[in-house]
């Protein structure tokens, strides 16, 4: 058994800010970071518009950000939660810029302020189109410094360690090795991030498969607005591939048009705002567009931009259009929304609390109520580093006792796993191709009752398959990672059912 002071689950944005605020202000305490892929992969990675902060109180204002995100929101953000987090912006961001973290400035060294779709002013603070790299990068620096922080990267956490509604840590394998340990912490902070590879179709990495909720669940957390999945409206289209490349909403903040395949704006008869209206209304209008017209995609057009301001901000999606055949300068970039980021999740308060005591989440894992319905574009690295700081802050005044283990909780701790035959691996990776197109069909931008509950009566089978085949220790942590996948594609179902009335991002027809 490991023992830490603090143990985080996940080493984007959110996890590490925690790490590095708590091991600055206490070097004698132990800080322990568990990670299931490389250090740094995770979505944060890949953030590219960047991060919405008030920067000026001359062309913008803390209220017009407020009421941008309330909108977007669809009438269910927390309002106190909106102005708390928005306000905190200005203080999250010099800090991120302490830790040398660049942001893009325009000739008189004013921030280039980018403008992204629900935003009535530019106030998005971005590092070219490689925002999140830029950010996780300089983080992981000022993380490595400290000495008190262990980042274990290719560590998988399987459960969390909870008895009578208080956690005690979590029971990780490390994935080369396949031995299990029990971490024992103090305090333990999910910071693992979305959902996206649920889906058929994401913008996000294959790391992204909800384990944190799925563990918080199963503990007994409350988790909450899992309907409101945010499918972001612009991926490039490609036939095959599944984790889509992201043309960043800044492309049409920057004046790109939306059109389909005869030239026209479509979106301007649905919205006056055209293609800068929330991500939400841009998705369902082109969902809509493509059932209408039976086409696989629609297009952003930039060849009317001012090409060399536009490779400048976006050299990733240049360089990466090209090298998949579209030229932007001379030709339509072919698009289709795809899952992108997930409003709800693992319950907290302003302090980063689950209604698990020692167990708090922090990031896209978390529902802190700042989205609502649907984020506001750019609000969610924001929310990461805004929410790191609330925890630490919390947690900095809270007595440190050993949060000592339960011999009941000791003696749960299972044998290595067993490695996996081909052919189990072969069963494991059809089942979740198979998830991920029901996933895509049935719990889409569109849904209906019929379809949900056929799509709860699936997963509900081949949970139970699972759950009788790990019972007979054919255990491996890529059945785990999949059992999650199921559980977070139950409770978006689930919560999905419940929703009478459309907002947002949700979306269902024929009750
Ligand atoms: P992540 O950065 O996803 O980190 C999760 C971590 O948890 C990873 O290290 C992962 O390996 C680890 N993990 C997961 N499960 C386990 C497990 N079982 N055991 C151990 N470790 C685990 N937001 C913005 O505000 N602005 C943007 O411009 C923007 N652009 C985006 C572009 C793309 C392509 C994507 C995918 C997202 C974008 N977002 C953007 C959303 C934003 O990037 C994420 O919401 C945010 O980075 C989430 O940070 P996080 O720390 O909560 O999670
Ligand atoms: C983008 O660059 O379009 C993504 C922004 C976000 O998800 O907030």
Request: proline share 3%; hydrophobic share 40%.
């Amino acid at each position: 058994m490991e023992k830490t002071n603090y143990l985080i689950l996940g080493s984007g944005v959110a996890g590490l800010t925690f790490a590095l605020k708590m091991a600055t202000r206490f070097p004698d305490r132990k800080i322990t970071i568990i990670t299931k892929g490389d250090e740094d992969e995770s979505n944060t990675k890949y953030a590219q518009g960047g991060v919405a902060v008030v920067t000026s109180e001359i062309t913008d204002s803390y209220q017009d950000h407020i009421e941008d995100t309330l909108i977007a929101g669809a009438g269910l953000c927390d309002l106190s939660v909106v102005e708390m987090v928005i306000k905190n912006g200005p203080k999250r961001l010099q800090e991120l810029i302490s830790w040398g973290a660049n942001f893009d400035k325009n000739k008189t060294g004013n921030f280039d302020l980018g403008m992204e779709g629900g935003h009535s002013a530019s106030r998005v603070l971005h590092h070219k189109d490689q925002t999140g790299f830029e950010i996780e990068q300089k983080i992981l620096k000022q993380v490595h410094r400290q000495e008190n922080i262990e980042l274990l990267p290719h560590h998988f956490a399987l459960d969390l360690l909870v008895e009578n509604n208080r956690c005690y840590g979590a029971k990780v394998i490390h994935i080369v090795s396949k031995k299990t340990t029990i971490f024992q912490a103090d305090f333990t902070i999910l910071a693992t991030g979305g959902i996206g590879n649920t889906y058929q179709h994401s913008s996000n990495p294959s790391i992204a498969t909800g384990d944190g909720i799925a563990m918080a669940f199963r503990a007994g957390a409350t988790i909450l607005d899992m309907e409101f999945i945010q499918f972001h409206p612009t991926v490039f289209y490609e036939k095959e591939s599944k984790n889509k490349f992201l043309i960043s909403e800044a492309v049409r903040g920057f004046g790109a048009h939306l059109k389909n395949k005869r030239g026209e704006r479509f979106l301007l008869k649905i919205d006056s705002r055209g293609e800068l209206a929330s991500r939400d209304i841009v998705s369902q209008a082109i969902n809509m567009e493509l059932k209408k017209s039976g086409e696989p995609c629609v297009f952003l057009d930039c060849t009317h931009l001012d090409m060399d301001k536009f490779k400048k901000h976006f050299p990733t999606i240049v360089q990466t259009c090209i090298a998949k055949g579209v030229n932007p300068a001379r030709a339509w970039i072919p698009v289709v929304p795809a899952q992108h980021y997930l409003c709800g999740g693992v319950d907290v308060d302003t302090n980063g609390q689950t209604s698990i005591q020692h167990l708090y989440a922090c990031g896209e894992v978390s529902r802190t109520g700042l989205h609502g319905a649907n984020r506001l574009a750019s609000n969610s690295l924001l929310e990461a580093l805004v929410y790191a700081d609330n925890i630490f802050k919390h947690l900095a005044s809270c007595d440190l006792k050993e949060n000592k283990l339960p011999i009941s909780l000791e003696n749960k701790n299972n044998p290595d796993f067993i490695p996996m035959t081909n052919a189990h691996q072969i069963q494991l990776q059809d089942l979740k191709t198979e998830l991920q197109a029901l996933m895509s069909s049935s719990v889409g931008i569109v849904r209906n009752d019929a379809d949900l509950k056929i799509a709860q009566n699936r997963m509900t089978e081949w949970k139970s398959i699972l759950e009788n085949t790990t019972q007979k220790h054919l255990l491996n942590w890529k059945m785990v990672e999949i059992l999650n996948q199921i559980e977070v594609g139950l409770l978006i179902v689930e919560h999905s059912l419940k929703r009478k009335e459309n907002c947002g991002g949700f979306m269902k027809l024929n009750y």
